[in-house]
């Protein structure tokens, strides 16, 4: 029965894709072949960043918090190029660079503590949802909503935090101080994540 409905979605998703291609819509048809190839990595990956910091933490279990980290890695090494080329052809480095303060601190607590009583970060409750999981409609919903809130008060935020001082590291210590900050701090956290053997 499941690989007849895997039959039936992977037929429904290759005729929408057809369909959008058919219309000359090649923008919405690469959307959505990625959309559903990022829905189908996630969801065989399991990948979670809360479940990556509650396996480290509670069962000692590294291999989420690994892919955790490639993936910063990768962003970081790719921001870090993509921002040096700007700045080295005399423009603007690319990118949002928002002002540090204490916002940052309360509202990753408020974020963690979300994930933890969700049982998931955002990816892995859409995920679930997918899947059939039934409270996870509840903590969407939840999330809905705080995002419509958000909305609402972002002028206000936007405000009152475009005071603070903006924090970029490039432009306080340089590149080269900037770079080498990057590889000690990944060596160690993968050191510190490598299987014991």
């Known amino acids: 029965m ?9 037929i429904l998703f290759l005729s929408v894709l057809l369909f959008l291609v058919y219309q000359n819509l090649f923008t919405q048809a690469a959307v959505f072949a990625l959309g559903l190839g990022f829905g189908y990595a996630v969801s065989r990956s399991r990948f979670c960043f809360a479940s990556a910091f509650r396996d480290l933490i509670m069962f000692r279990d590294k291999a989420m918090s690994r ?12 921001f870090f190029v993509i921002q040096l080329l700007a700045v080295l052809g005399g423009h603007a480095p690319p990118g949002k660079i928002n002002p540090v303060g204490w916002h940052l601190v309360i509202g990753g607590i408020i974020f963690g503590v979300g994930m933890v009583l969700a049982g998931g970060c955002v990816i892995s409750t859409l995920v679930r949802v997918g899947e059939g999981f039934f409270h996870y409609w509840g903590v969407l919903l939840g999330i809905v909503i705080g995002s419509v809130l958000g909305a609402f008060g972002y002028g206000f935020w936007k405000d009152s935090l475009t005071a603070a001082k903006k924090f970029w590291l490039p432009g306080i210590i340089g590149w080269i101080p900037t770079l080498l900050i990057y590889v000690i701090v990944f060596f160690f956290l993968f050191k510190a994540l490598q299987e014991e053997r």
């Open 67 to 78: 892919g955790v980290t490639v993936l910063i890695a990768v962003s970081a090494a790719g």
């Open 2 to 10: 499941q690989k007849k409905a895997a039959y039936g979605l992977l």
